[in-house]
């Protein structure tokens, strides 16, 4: 069976803390591939800044060069909010023979109670918490814990800046701000 992290995220922008913490989670735990699954709309959060395409285009831009990181669209191509739990029995429907480590946040980790049909999703993959700063590991559910550097970058953070024209170099790949300011994301 082929070991697959699958990092899903809203990724408006990619950021280093997302590729640090799919690196580690990848060496620490020997995983096959990681794939970056950028959320159609996700179910806590307002609207995306940026449309879908340019989040699996900047997603595609931050990756490249990676060759056990992937870029997915399984959640885009679907209509409306993006629950995990739709996502992934589906995902195991057309991959029968993969074991899915769904690598979370500690953001997330603490929200894992309210995720839509938590209880049979466990059944269907292993969690994977990191550690983020200002966010505890624990969790009344099995959670595997890798640590990983702590990088206090958010997406939240770099749209600012972007907005404020202040500087963001080294927090995302050059490849990603290249994308943004090519395509005029962020300005406002
Ligand atoms: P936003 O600031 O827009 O809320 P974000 O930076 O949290 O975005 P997401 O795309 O929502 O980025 O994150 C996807 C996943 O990556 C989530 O599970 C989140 O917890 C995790 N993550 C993002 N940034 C970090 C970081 N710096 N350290 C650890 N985990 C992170």
Not at 2 to 30: C, N, R
Not at 83 to 100: A, F, G, Q
């Amino acid at each position: 069976m082929k070991k697959i992290g699958i990092l899903g995220g809203t990724f408006d922008p990619p950021h280093i803390g997302h590729l640090i913490i799919a690196e580690e989670v990848y060496q620490e735990l020997g995983l096959d591939e990681v794939w970056f699954m950028p959320s159609n709309e996700p179910p806590h959060k307002s609207n995306a800044m940026a449309s879908g395409t340019d989040r699996l285009e900047m997603v595609e831009a931050a990756i490249q060069g990676n060759a056990h990181f992937r870029a997915v669209d399984f959640e885009l191509k679907r209509e409306g909010k993006s629950y995990t739990y739709d996502t992934i029995y589906h995902l195991k429907e057309r991959y029968p023979s993969i074991s899915i480590y769904f690598i979370i946040g500690g953001d997330m980790v603490e929200y894992l109670p309210r995720w839509h049909a938590i209880d049979k999703l466990l059944e269907l993959v292993h969690f994977v918490g990191v550690n983020r700063k200002g966010h505890p590991l624990s969790s009344p559910y099995p959670v595997l814990e890798v640590e990983v550097p702590l990088i206090e970058v958010s997406s939240t953070d770099i749209r600012n800046r972007m907005k404020e024209g202040r500087n963001a170099t080294y927090l995302l790949p050059d490849e990603v701000i290249h994308y943004i300011k090519g395509n005029h994301l962020y300005e406002t």
